[in-house]
Nanobody
Framework: QVQLVESGGGLVQAGGSLRLSCAAS????????MYWYRQAPGKQRELVAT???????IYADSVKGRFTISRDNAQNTAYLQMNSLKPEDTAVYYC?????????WGQGTQVTVSS
C-alpha cells in the first residue's frame, strides 16, 4: 500500500508564495505521473498541474506562469511551488500519483490566500 502525505499549506497574503510537498511511503513502485489538484468550497476538484516520468509538465491556464510542479524521483516526492498567489487560489490541494500498481491520493492540505 502507498501513502501520500501533503505538507506546506497555510495562510498567506495575496502576492505571497507557498511550496507544497507530497511525500510517498510504503510499497512505491514505478511512479508514472504525479498530479496536483485543488478543490475550493462549493466547487469541483480541478487539475492544477501534472508532471510525467520524463519531466514533461502541464498546467491549468489559471496557474500558468505562477506555479511550478517538480519531482524528486529518488525521494518519491512531488512539489508545487506557488508564487504570486491570489485569493482565488484558496482551496484544499491534493496530490495524486499514478503508479504501475494503482492510483493514490493524499489527504489534502489547506491553502488560504487573504486579500
Amino acid at each position: 500500500q502507498v501513502q501520500l502525505v501533503e505538507s506546506g499549506g497555510g495562510l498567506v497574503q495575496a502576492g505571497g508564495s507557498l511550496r507544497l510537498s507530497c511525500a510517498a511511503s510504503g510499497s512505491v513502485f514505478s511512479i508514472l505521473a504525479m498530479y496536483w489538484y485543488r478543490q475550493a468550497p462549493g466547487k469541483q476538484r480541478e487539475l492544477v498541474a501534472t508532471i510525467g516520468g520524463g519531466g514533461s509538465t502541464i498546467y491549468a491556464d489559471s496557474v500558468k506562469g505562477r506555479f511550478t510542479i517538480s519531482r524528486d524521483n529518488a525521494q518519491n516526492t512531488a512539489y508545487l511551488q506557488m508564487n504570486s498567489l491570489k485569493p482565488e487560489d484558496t482551496a484544499v490541494y491534493y496530490c495524486k500519483y499514478i503508479t504501475g500498481r494503482g492510483n493514490y491520493w493524499g489527504q489534502g492540505t489547506q491553502v488560504t490566500v487573504s486579500s
